[in-house]
């Protein structure tokens, strides 16, 4: 989800298509171990529905989700506004308190927020 939220917000390259991911957009992998990254792309329309066929929608339960407009991951962080170099980001501590600070430097938004 990460990489394709990234990519969506144009920080990877164009050419980078993560065609691979097609074969867990499908209904039956609304029921296995990568449900979420399943939903979520064919939510946010992150990648072309394969056959053009809207998997979620044909799953009663899943459609109820996506036509009430339910995302699992929230893709307005780190939007284009922010700084276009993380480096220079400062640190902000006050929603990680007694986080360890290697982890905190991985967490480094576009936008300076951590999550």
Same mark, same amino acid.
Not at 7 to 25: A, C, D, E, G, Y
Not at 61 to 85: C, E, I, M, W
């Given at each position: 989800? !990460?990489?394709?939220?990234?990519? @969506? ?20 992998? !609304? ?15 992150? !990648? /072309?529905? /394969? ?16 036509? @009430? ?6 893709d307005?962080v ?6 276009? @170099? /993380?480096?220079s980001? /400062?640190?902000?501590?006050?929603? !990680?308190?007694?986080?360890n ?15």
């Amino acid at each position: 989800l !990460l990489s394709l939220d990234a990519k @969506n917000k144009n920080l990877i390259p164009s050419q980078v298509t993560f065609s691979q991911w097609s074969v867990v957009m499908n209904q039956a992998e !609304l029921e296995g171990n990568q449900w979420l990254l399943a939903y979520e792309v064919n939510v946010k329309g992150w !990648l /072309p529905l /394969p056959g053009g066929i809207d998997y979620v929608l044909a799953d009663p339960r899943f459609a109820l989700l996506k036509q @009430n407009g339910v995302s699992f991951y929230d893709d307005s962080v780190g939007s284009a506004h922010g700084p276009t @170099n /993380p480096v220079s980001i /400062p640190v902000r501590r006050t929603r !990680l308190q007694g986080v360890n600070e290697n982890l905190l430097s991985l967490l480094t938004l576009r936008s300076g927020e951590y999550y």
